[in-house]
């Protein structure tokens, strides 16, 4: 651990502003200045992860190889620093509540009283230890949820104050990301807000080493001079964090504009290497060069009111178009209305060039979801099925090619006559929710003859899950019979990881997800496939 450096970043004056975002830039310019990087999101929320949070509210659960359930913004992490990460990399209020507590149940403090100084603080430091210690990193950077001043963040931010006299100054520095709002009347960018968050850091003992100014205009030389003098910061380290047209343009934006590496190798005594962002710069001028070339993808979604609940899905479909040179026009399509035979929603279906059914739990608009596997499968249109979109379209199959009644997923009629999607083995309908899923990386053998081993070019593979419900193996061969092809099994053959159909262009759906393994240099090989396909 003592040969870890370690980065807080803060955030102040309103949620939203990109704080993962900003974490994952520098991350990936640490990265391509060749230190191994590894990062930590402390969320102040009492849940012990986000497992059972709504995705109206929360957004994506991003699963980790280990079988984490974690916060998104470890999405960002992993895409832009292209590092897998773990369980270590998301600690949450409620995970160090039951820990601390436990202890105390247990004798583990001898008869103390448990206070949130020193018992909650400590915990937090000894995570963060921990997590620098089994990760080996040369570079740990930390975000800190929420912003600065909410109550449920003070323990984070004692610690953080901690942490940085225990370590030295040498070894630890802050970055504090914060908005300066455009006052159209008066036409100006104001600092107070910033001011004002630099100061609750203060009374916290926290002094910004760095600050990053967001805005969605240009920041003039004034305002930079005016938060350096009132923040207490070197000019060169109020660094403009403009709104930009694609989010893999930031560590551009910080690396090529303001030199962010040098004032972070300065503060941290490293010796200085360059960055090397070519493939970054690469990407941004693809995407630029063809953000005219439009295809039209139609994700049929269940949580389209938050647009996070398909943050990776929406940036592994991001990363597929730009490898195949053209821009994503995405139509969200609402599952449920298409049940109710929404004229408008049924015309956006028809006008993509591929359908995309993503994952979900829960029967509201299941039968949506299987209207567009349907209309996929008979117009001959490129599918992708994410965990529930396989489900829907083995659902669908059966219902429709075999022509067989009452066939459904237990999940959503634990009494149909064909349940083709049945609960895991060794699990119940009644069991708690929380960690019973089907969690983390599993290992699959793909038949050599199907679209995915064309795709991935090997037989063997490893990808995430997280679902409760399975392909009924008692339906193999009736449906196999019928042209559903099992493209992809488990080692052992007892699962189904991937069906295929055999008389179409492009009929792709996994269990698993593959969202969680793309990467924008690197799409993934069922995202580039199907994009491919679609552009055809």
Not at 415 to 442: D, F
Request: with cysteine.
């Amino acid at each position: 651990m003592q040969s870890t450096k370690f980065i807080f970043i803060t955030g102040g004056v309103c949620s939203g502003l990109g704080k993962g975002i900003a974490s994952a830039s520098i991350g990936a310019i640490l990265r391509s200045c060749g230190h191994k990087v590894f990062t930590l999101k402390l969320d102040p929320y009492l849940n012990i992860d986000p497992g059972t949070m709504s995705p109206f509210q929360h957004g994506e659960v991003y699963v980790t190889d280990d079988g984490a359930e974690t916060d998104l913004d470890l999405g960002h992490y992993e895409r832009f620093i292209d590092t897998n990460l773990s369980k270590l990399s998301n600690l949450t209020t409620g995970r160090i509540y039951e820990k601390v507590l436990r202890g105390e149940r247990s004798g583990d403090y001898l008869g103390k009283t448990i206070q949130i100084i020193p018992h909650i603080t400590n915990e937090i430091k000894n995570h963060i230890k921990k997590a620098a210690e089994e990760s080996k990193a040369d570079i740990l950077l930390i975000e800190i949820g929420g912003t600065v001043g909410d109550i449920e963040g003070e323990p984070y931010l004692e610690a953080a104050r901690q942490f940085h006299r225990e370590v030295g100054q040498d070894n630890a520095l802050f970055v504090h990301l914060t908005l300066l709002p455009f006052l159209k009347a008066s036409g100006e960018l104001k600092t107070k807000p910033t001011q004002a968050s630099v100061r609750e850091l203060y009374r916290r003992g926290i002094q910004p080493d760095i600050i990053l100014a967001r805005s969605d205009k240009a920041i003039d030389r004034e305002s930079i001079e005016k938060i350096a003098l009132f923040a207490d910061v070197e000019e060169k380290a109020v660094i403009p964090a403009p709104t930009v047209k694609t989010i893999y343009e930031v560590p551009i934006n910080f690396e090529k504009k303001h030199h962010i590496s040098e004032i972070i190798f300065e503060k941290l005594n490293l010796a200085k290497k360059k960055a090397k962002l070519e493939d970054w710069e690469k990407l941004v001028n693809n995407i630029k060069a063809n953000h005219k070339k439009k295809l039209s993808i139609a994700l049929v979604g269940k949580y389209n009111q938050n647009l996070d609940a398909y943050l990776s899905v929406v940036e592994a479909l991001k990363s597929a178009c730009y490898f195949n040179n053209v821009t994503l026009d995405l139509l969200w399509v609402n599952a449920a209305k298409l049940e109710k035979k929404d004229q408008a929603e049924w015309d956006k279906l028809k006008k993509a060039k591929g359908i995309l059914v993503p994952g979900g739990f829960g029967n509201r608009g299941i039968e949506g979801k299987i209207m567009a596997a349907r209309y996929a499968r008979e117009h001959k249109k490129p599918y992708l099925g994410l965990c529930l979109g396989m489900q829907v379209a083995t659902i669908e199959f059966t219902r429709h090619v075999l022509k067989t009644s009452e066939v459904n997923s237990t999940e959503f009629d634990q009494k149909t006559k064909n349940p083709v999607i049945h609960i895991l083995p060794g699990h119940t309908e009644e069991e708690e929710k929380g960690g019973t899923l089907r969690l983390g990386s599993y290992p699959c053998v793909l038949d050599k003859n199907s679209l995915s081993f064309k795709a991935y070019g090997s037989n063997k593979i490893d990808e995430r899950h997280r679902h409760r419900y399975e392909f009924n193996m008692d339906y193999r061969e009736v449906l196999e019979n019928a042209g559903l092809r099992l493209a992809g099994l488990s080692p052992d053959k007892r699962l189904l990881e991937i069906i295929e159909l055999k008389d179409h262009p492009f009929f792709v759906a996994s269990q698993f997800h593959p969202e969680f393994k793309s990467r924008p240099l690197r799409p993934h090989p069922l995202f580039r496939e199907f994009i491919k396909a679609s552009v055809k």
